[in-house]
């Protein structure tokens, strides 16, 4: 191994990055892209897996054009990937069907029919994964309901990292991390679950073989390595999930700590030295390398909703934006300041997307709650940013019952860059919020774990001489009290809305447009 340059390559819902880190951790190149996501009717979030397999090639080629290095001064490239994605494929490694990504939750009727069965309990404790339509196990349920001709046809069910791995190398094989957020492996025979896949009507050979999240591959297509400006032998690691390599980028990778990051989703999350379950199952948990599990919740509409009230409600914000220059996000960071703690009464459940964590209840929809006539757009601004702080210290809230106290809370995501945002929720949690100076959380994860498994650091804890502190928020308790207060509001308008929620869920489904 000549070169000492490592590349983190995070495969996100909305866009993919690469960046490329010196053994030291400093950045020399880096490459985004972003791709369109498919929403043909309610509950369906679909995406080409052809569009993203481009997009990562593009991206890393690019970074290291950027970088102006040769193929011989990169020492590997280490994948981070999004969870719970399912694609069809034929024997040839064809897609059969768009990919459908963790937001679909077209798999809702199946999850009742679970949810009234006692196999409920059994999918949690053996998988560490809720009953929700995010994970596979559902989605290929489905598959077998609602398109048996593409279920019959299907040589594997696979997720996207694995499509992008068989174009890569030719094979099939899936890391611990991703199989384990997929409710059909077993977190303590660590193997897919038999009794799971006799459930739905498939046999293993029909997914993919699991590989520890540091396993090694020095086989590149020639034609791929020529794309990605790598030598056909580099060392390509398997890798994570992005949402444990969020958390290992951080470095909050000892007991105690939690990471809370906001990106199109959200989540909070814990290291733990073995797989743990919650008697509520409210918390998932996945494999993070070895003996090493990253226990947390995540929630469905974190910047996602952000960005709809910018679309919705901000074009003309838009406008200027571009023409000066500007960030549209800024623009409404600062409505969102010009408006008090609590907007003067105004709550948002932003559930557009249903929600997991920690109520796993995909019927779920937005709300605004307590709306006058002095409520504007600021207010709205406000009110959507708090509404997904809400939700994120529910989460917050469940994860410390089942682990134990937290005693430092850092924080990662798009999200970071908003300070009103990070403020309110150091108010909201009633915690010293900390901002690691990493801006790349799960590419910078991936990094590390690459470097993890090619001998460059010898324990995962090392990431901690990589990892600055650029601000430390620090809650108002003056908001604190306002927030506490709202909050419980929020939780009560949610509960009671439960029937409403299903009704309006299968009014949606079932629209003729």
Same mark, same amino acid.
């Given at each position: 191994?000549?070169?000492?340059?490592?590349?983190?390559?995070?495969?996100?819902?909305?866009?993919?990055?690469?960046?490329?880190?010196?053994?030291?951790?400093?950045?020399?190149?880096?490459?985004?892209?972003?791709?369109?996501?498919?929403?043909?009717?309610?509950?369906?979030?679909?995406?080409?897996?052809?569009?993203?397999?481009?997009?990562?090639?593009?991206?890393?080629?690019?970074?290291?054009?950027?970088?102006?290095?040769?193929? *011989?001064?990169?020492?590997?490239?280490?994948?981070?990937?999004?969870?719970?994605?399912?694609?069809?494929?034929?024997?040839?490694?064809?897609?059969?069907?768009?990919?459908?990504?963790?937001?679909?939750?077209?798999?809702?009727?199946?999850?009742?029919?679970?949810?009234?069965?006692?196999?409920?309990?059994?999918?949690?404790?053996?998988?560490?994964?809720?009953?929700?339509?995010?994970?596979?196990?559902?989605?290929? &349920?489905?598959?077998?309901?609602?398109?048996?001709? &593409?279920?019959?046809?299907?040589?594997?069910? &696979?997720?996207?990292?694995?499509?992008?791995?068989?174009?890569?190398?030719?094979?099939?094989?899936?890391?611990?991390?991703?199989?384990?957020?997929?409710?059909?492996?077993? &977190?303590?025979?660590?193997?897919?679950? *038999?009794?799971?896949?006799?459930?739905?009507?498939?046999?293993?050979?029909? %997914?993919?073989?699991?590989?520890?999240?540091?396993?090694?591959?020095?086989?590149?297509?020639?034609?791929?390595?020529?794309?990605?400006?790598?030598?056909?032998?580099?060392?390509?690691? %398997?890798?994570?999930?992005?949402?444990?390599?969020?958390?290992?980028?951080?470095?909050?990778?000892?007991?105690?700590?939690?990471?809370?990051?906001?990106?199109?989703?959200?989540?909070?999350?814990?290291?733990?030295?073995?797989?743990?379950?919650?008697?509520?199952?409210?918390?998932?948990?996945?494999?993070?390398?070895?003996?090493?599990?990253?226990?947390?919740?995540?929630?469905?509409?974190?910047?996602?909703?952000?960005?709809?009230?910018?679309?919705?409600?901000?074009?003309?914000?838009?406008?200027?934006?571009?023409?000066?220059?500007?960030?549209?996000?800024?623009?409404?960071?600062?409505?969102?300041?010009?408006?008090?703690?609590?907007?003067?009464?105004?709550?948002?459940?932003?559930?557009?997307?249903?929600?997991?964590?920690?109520?796993?209840?995909?019927?779920?929809?937005?709300?605004?709650?307590?709306?006058?006539?002095?409520?504007?757009?600021?207010? %709205?601004?406000?009110?959507?940013?708090?509404?997904?702080?809400?939700?994120?210290?529910?989460?917050?809230?469940?994860?410390?019952?089942?682990?134990?106290?937290?005693?430092?809370?850092?924080?990662?995501?798009?999200?970071?860059?908003?300070?009103?945002?990070?403020?309110?929720?150091?108010?909201?949690?009633?915690?010293?919020?900390?901002?690691?100076?990493?801006?790349?959380?799960?590419?910078?994860?991936?990094?590390?774990?690459?470097?993890?498994?090619?001998?460059?650091?010898?324990?995962?804890?090392?990431?901690?001489?990589?990892?600055?502190?650029?601000?430390?928020?620090?809650?108002?308790?003056?908001?604190?009290?306002?927030?506490?207060?709202?909050?419980?509001?929020?939780?009560?308008?949610?509960?009671?809305?439960?029937?409403?929620?299903?009704?309006?869920?299968?009014?949606?489904?079932?629209?003729?447009?």
């Amino acid at each position: 191994m000549s070169g000492q340059n490592i590349i983190g390559v995070d495969i996100g819902t909305t866009g993919c990055r690469a960046v490329i880190y010196r053994p030291d951790g400093t950045t020399i190149g880096s490459r985004s892209i972003e791709y369109p996501l498919y929403t043909p009717q309610a509950a369906w979030a679909e995406q080409d897996p052809e569009e993203i397999l481009q997009g990562v090639l593009e991206v890393v080629g690019g970074a290291i054009a950027e970088a102006k290095l040769a193929p *011989e001064e990169i020492a590997g490239l280490c994948f981070s990937s999004v969870m719970h994605s399912v694609i069809p494929v034929d024997e040839h490694g064809n897609a059969l069907d768009r990919m459908q990504t963790w937001a679909d939750s077209r798999a809702q009727d199946y999850i009742e029919k679970v949810k009234a069965s006692p196999d409920a309990s059994t999918i949690y404790f053996k998988t560490g994964c809720p009953i929700h339509p995010m994970y596979p196990l559902f989605k290929i &349920i489905w598959f077998k309901n609602e398109r048996p001709d &593409i279920f019959s046809r299907t040589a594997k069910f &696979i997720g996207i990292k694995e499509y992008i791995c068989h174009r890569l190398f030719g094979k099939y094989f899936v890391d611990e991390s991703i199989a384990s957020a997929t409710a059909l492996y077993n &977190i303590h025979t660590r193997t897919w679950d *038999e009794d799971l896949l006799a459930m739905i009507g498939i046999t293993a050979d029909r %997914l993919s073989e699991v590989l520890p999240t540091t396993h090694t591959e020095r086989s590149l297509k020639p034609e791929i390595a020529q794309k990605l400006g790598l030598a056909s032998d580099t060392a390509i690691v %398997l890798g994570a999930s992005d949402g444990v390599l969020s958390t290992l980028g951080s470095g909050a990778i000892n007991p105690g700590q939690v990471t809370a990051m906001i990106g199109t989703s959200g989540a909070v999350r814990m290291i733990t030295n073995k797989p743990q379950a919650d008697e509520k199952q409210r918390t998932w948990c996945y494999n993070l390398a070895g003996d090493t599990w990253v226990l947390g919740g995540a929630l469905s509409n974190g910047g996602v909703a952000f960005r709809w009230a910018r679309d919705k409600f901000a074009t003309t914000e838009q406008r200027v934006a571009a023409n000066l220059g500007l960030d549209t996000y800024d623009i409404l960071g600062r409505y969102a300041e010009q408006k008090p703690a609590g907007c003067e009464g105004l709550i948002m459940l932003p559930l557009f997307s249903g929600e997991r964590a920690p109520y796993y209840n995909a019927n779920a929809r937005g709300v605004l709650f307590g709306l006058n006539l002095n409520h504007g757009k600021r207010h %709205l601004v406000r009110a959507t940013l708090e509404g997904i702080i809400y939700r994120m210290y529910s989460i917050f809230k469940s994860l410390e019952e089942v682990a134990g106290e937290v005693n430092e809370i850092r924080v990662g995501g798009s999200f970071t860059r908003s300070k009103v945002w990070v403020q309110i929720m150091a108010d909201v949690f009633g915690r010293v919020i900390h901002v690691p100076g990493e801006p790349e959380g799960s590419a910078f994860g991936a990094a590390v774990l690459g470097m993890y498994a090619l001998g460059m650091i010898s324990d995962l804890k090392e990431v901690e001489k990589f990892i600055t502190i650029k601000e430390i928020y620090y809650p108002n308790e003056e908001n604190r009290e306002i927030y506490q207060r709202l909050f419980g509001i929020y939780e009560r308008v949610y509960w009671n809305l439960q029937s409403e929620f299903e009704e309006i869920a299968e009014i949606q489904r079932t629209w003729k447009k």
